[in-house]
């Protein structure tokens, strides 16, 4: 057990309705990460927030949001949902905003839109 | 368990041999990689890290390669066991956040 609890595990939802996605870092980490991983992209990396501010972005599409909150879970809102958007989604959280910082990733919330 | 990648490269080890995984990576200006493993079911898990300045490095039963002229790493895994059956993937880090990551290759420990 990794430490990052995400939810929910699995998710199905319809082409154009909207959906969150909930990460729990590990005790006393800042920053919280978010991935998407499909069959045909693999893995990508999408939106790192630390202490409540964004502090990367990667390939995230505009439909797609996150923040994170006082209490430092974040959450990731998938909107306008195509059936592209269909993969797991992962968060993975570690100490500190740097990259050589080992992340420690959650189990994943696989979503599938139909 | 989940499947990350249906057509994913494989190797199949016999359980205590040697395993060498690769992965080719494309800029060379890049001065950090990672290697994962990814069970089934789970998220990716941190195997070990290189910096550009070494070309090996050496962790717990595993070791990791890194050939800068030719771009290319690699994974070894001594004595291979069931419990390494998993898939394994290369990141790269394009400088900040800006990790890509490699498809992967599915690790088979025949017993």
């Known amino acids: 057990d990794s430490g990052v609890t995400q939810t929910p595990k699995h998710l199905i939802t319809a082409t154009g309705q909207r959906v969150t996605l909930r990460c729990s870092p590990r005790?006393?980490?800042?920053?919280v990460y978010w991935y998407q991983q499909s069959l045909d992209q693999g893995l990508q990396f999408l939106i790192q927030?630390?202490?409540?501010?964004?502090?990367a972005k990667g390939n995230i599409l505009e439909r797609f949001s996150a923040q994170q909150f006082p209490d430092l879970h974040s959450e990731l809102n998938l909107s306008s949902l195509e059936l592209g958007d269909s993969a797991l989604y992962f968060c993975?959280?570690?100490?500190?905003?740097?990259?050589?910082?080992?992340?420690?990733f959650g189990q994943g919330t696989r979503l599938t839109v139909v | 368990g989940e499947s990350v990648g249906l057509h994913l490269p494989t190797l199949s080890v016999q359980e205590g041999d040697n395993s060498i995984i690769n992965c080719a990576y494309s800029?060379?200006?890049?001065?950090?990689f990672i290697w994962y493993k990814q069970e089934s079911g789970k998220g990716p898990q941190f195997i070990i890290d290189?910096?550009?300045?070494?070309d090996k490095r050496q962790g717990q039963r595993v070791t990791v390669l890194l050939n800068k002229t030719v771009k290319h790493l690699s994974l070894q895994i001594a004595a291979t066991q069931p419990g390494d059956s998993a898939v394994y993937f290369c990141?790269?880090?394009?400088?900040?956040?800006?990790?890509?990551f490699g498809p992967g290759t599915r690790l088979s420990v025949l017993p």
């Open positions: 993975a959280s570690s100490v500190d905003q740097g990259a050589r910082t080992e992340a420690f």
């Open positions: 005790s006393g980490d800042l920053s």
């Open positions: 927030y630390y202490n409540g501010e964004e502090r």
């Open positions: 800029n060379s200006a890049s001065d950090y």
């Open positions: 290189i910096r550009s300045n070494m």
């Open positions: 990141a790269e880090n394009k400088g900040g956040q800006n990790f890509v």
